[in-house]
């Protein structure tokens, strides 16, 4: 407790450090230890404090929305790539633990071309050659999220891309449990 009362003594008088010649300290016959900048006592002993450390405060940038991918390739076929669920600002409860990502196009995709779905900026493991687009995600935590989808052939070159849907998932925060006596 004494050390606790020493450093707050310390970090309150810290700021009029630069204004004050010289520090003295002072412990009287029951041991409480006093600061001042001038002696309250004989017995006040001078303190050489150091130099305050100090650093430079710390830069906040601000987050940006996910960045999409540039398409690399002009596609000899317009798919038309498009998603039709989730919709644009939908939100899930507690009890949706999957999310359905189903996506259409105009044509049927080629024999090297693939789906390939990104949540929040990251690709999701896997494609599908299949033109069932129908893709079963883990449900995000809590909060805003974007998904996209492109379509992409064997090299991973990204030959169309849809524009992104935002979506919200809604979950309680984590209540402690009352434990019982």
């Given at each position: 407790?004494?050390?606790?009362?020493?450093?707050?003594?310390?970090?309150?008088?810290?700021?009029?450090?630069?204004?004050?010649d010289?520090?003295?300290?002072?412990?009287?016959?029951?041991?409480?230890?006093?600061?001042?900048?001038?002696?309250?006592?004989?017995?006040?002993?001078?303190?050489?404090?150091?130099?305050?450390?100090?650093?430079?405060?710390?830069?906040?940038?601000?987050?940006?929305?996910?960045?999409?991918?540039?398409?690399?390739?002009?596609?000899?076929?317009?798919?038309?790539?498009?998603?039709?669920?989730?919709k644009?600002?939908?939100?899930?409860?507690?009890?949706?633990?999957?999310l359905?990502?189903?996506?259409?196009?105009?044509?049927?995709?080629?024999?090297?071309?693939?789906?390939q779905?990104?949540?929040?900026?990251?690709?999701?493991?896997?494609t599908?050659?299949?033109?069932?687009?129908?893709?079963?995600?883990?449900?995000?935590?809590?909060?805003?999220?974007t998904?996209?989808?492109?379509?992409?052939?064997g090299?991973?070159?990204?030959?169309?891309q849809?524009?992104?849907?935002?979506f919200?998932v809604?979950?309680?925060?984590?209540?402690?449990?009352?434990?019982?006596?």
């Open positions: 407790m004494l050390k606790l009362l020493i450093c707050a003594l310390l970090l309150s008088i810290a700021a009029p450090l630069t204004l004050a010289q520090i003295y300290k002072h412990v009287d016959e029951d041991g409480n230890v006093t600061y001042s900048d001038e002696p309250q006592h004989q017995e006040a002993q001078k303190i050489e404090l150091k130099p305050i450390n100090t650093a430079p405060a710390i830069e906040i940038k601000p987050t940006e929305a996910p960045k999409q991918v540039v398409l690399e390739a002009e596609p000899d076929i317009k798919y038309d790539l498009r998603i039709a669920t989730p644009p600002e939908q939100r899930f409860g507690p009890k949706d633990k999957m359905s990502v189903v996506m259409l196009t105009n044509h049927q995709l080629e024999e090297n071309h693939f789906f779905v990104y949540l929040d900026g990251q690709a999701y493991e896997g599908t050659k299949s033109n069932n687009v129908n893709i079963q995600l883990n449900l995000p935590l809590r909060g805003q999220h998904l996209y989808a492109a379509i992409v052939d090299a991973g070159v990204h030959l169309e849809c524009p992104p849907v935002t919200f809604i979950r309680p925060k984590a209540t402690p449990r009352a434990t019982p006596y």
